[in-house]
């Protein structure tokens, strides 16, 4: 069994936290921003669950 890392060593962690971040600014610029570039907007979304993806596919080590 691999051995636990320590949860700031998390490249998926990492990647959430910051789409969380860019969520917050995207709700504090807005609702507009994101009207104004619905397809940007949509493929942020689609490209983040292809990273969050691949990050899951490549993961050996659990989180503590």
């Not at 600014?25 to 619905?38: E, R």
């Not at 993806?53 to 989180?63: D, G, I, S």
């Amino acid at each position: 069994m691999p051995q636990a890392k320590p949860m700031w060593q998390s490249k998926t962690l990492w990647v959430n936290g910051l789409t969380l971040a860019a969520g917050c600014l995207a709700l504090i610029a807005g609702s507009d921003l994101i009207a104004a570039h619905p397809q940007i907007t949509a493929g942020l979304v689609t490209a983040l669950g292809v990273v969050n993806y691949v990050l899951r596919l490549v993961t050996v080590q659990p989180v503590v």
